[in-house]
């Protein structure tokens, strides 16, 4: 039963620190392209860099194409929400840096929106996808005896005996 | 293995904020050949904004002490800045806590001062509000020069304040 109360609770969790990954990536892209970020020298490419990983793993996260059975899919998971991690804590302190002192040459003039968001963001996907990682340590997905082979849904039964 | 999944957890933050730390000392380091580093403008108001002149292939243009190219915002219709926000981060604006210094070359009576809407004073040139860019990452570098952003066009400018128009 609790297993059953667990799932839901660790699929919410890293289902919101894909999202706060998207809306990272989201920034970025915007600041990057519209915003002429994409002019500043290593600036630019970082940003163009951390659009694209904060997108793909997002994405991975979000979207359930991994296997959703067995300990290969959890710990394609769980290196998903790891890198995660990295690139929303890599961000923030790069922004927080550059708001303080030049790194590469650039820094942030204020706290406008888009700084805003991306500081809400980087700290949301850090706490949310840190709190997926507690979870998952305690979640382990039951062995197939323990949870029924599909030719055999009674664990402990033979199949011959049914 | 309680301790080892939390040191997990850490590890890539920590490795993050190593890297981003690197990369801010990074700054200031030896600068490419054929070129001379400039110091990166900072929020920090300089003493006194001083203005000077420098040869380039636009002829004598304003730039600062560091040799750094100044350029004005063909959107600024008056001595008041229109640039704040992004457009400050990537055109940083000249500024200066005290009265702003003139170079050899630099006429005094066009220099002045504008106070923009973070409290700071920025240093003006014949009226114009004066910025960096921040792709300018070297001393001499006009990288700036006639490109469009955040609404208008933006230009060197000469010694007597007019502004550059040819790329």
Redesign the interface.
């Known amino acids: 039963m609790a297993e059953r109360t667990r799932t839901p609770s660790l699929t919410a969790v890293r289902t919101l620190g894909a999202i706060a990954l998207l809306v990272i990536g989201g920034v970025h892209y915007q600041q990057y392209q519209y915003d002429f970020y994409s002019a500043v020298p290593t600036i630019g490419p970082l940003f163009l860099l951390n659009f694209i990983s904060a997108a793909a793993l997002g994405l991975f996260l979000i979207v359930p194409v991994r296997p959703k059975q067995g300990g290969r899919g959890r710990r394609l998971d769980l290196f998903a929400a790891l890198s995660g991690i990295g690139v929303a804590a890599g961000g923030l302190a790069g922004l927080l840096i550059s708001e303080q002192t030049p790194l590469f040459g650039f820094m942030e003039h204020g706290y406008r929106f888009a700084i805003v968001l991306a500081i809400a963001a980087d700290a949301a996907a850090i706490a949310l996808l840190t709190l997926y990682l507690v979870l998952a340590r305690g979640h382990r997905p039951a062995p197939v005896e323990e949870r029924g082979h599909p030719f055999n849904p009674r664990p402990g039964m033979p199949a011959a005996e049914r | 293995m ?1 301790t080892k ?1 939390t040191l ?2 850490i ?3 920590a ?3 190593i ?3 690197c ?2 000392t ?3 380091s030896a600068p490419a050949s054929g070129s001379s580093a400039a ?5 920090t108001a300089s003493a006194a904004g001083t203005v000077d002149l420098a040869s380039t292939k636009f002829g004598k243009i304003l730039v600062d002490n560091h040799g750094r190219t100044l350029y004005l915002f063909a959107a600024d219709k008056s001595t008041t800045s229109t640039c ?3 457009c ?3 055109w ?1 604006p000249l500024t200066s806590s005290a009265t702003p210094k003139a170079g050899t070359g630099v006429t005094s009576s066009l220099l002045g001062t504008t106070k923009r809407g ?1 409290g700071s004073t920025e240093v003006t040139y014949a009226g114009h509000p004066l910025y960096y860019y ?2 300018d ?1 070297a001393a001499g570098q006009t ?1 700036g020069q006639d ?1 469009s ?2 609404g208008a066009k933006w230009y060197v400018l000469t010694a007597g304040g007019m502004e550059i128009t040819h790329g």
């Open positions: 309680r999944s997990l957890a590890a890539p933050v490795a993050a904020v890297i981003a730390g990369g801010g990074g700054y200031g110091p990166a403008p900072t929020k704040s926000g992004a400050a981060s990537l940083p973070d921040a792709a990452t990288t490109i952003q955040f």
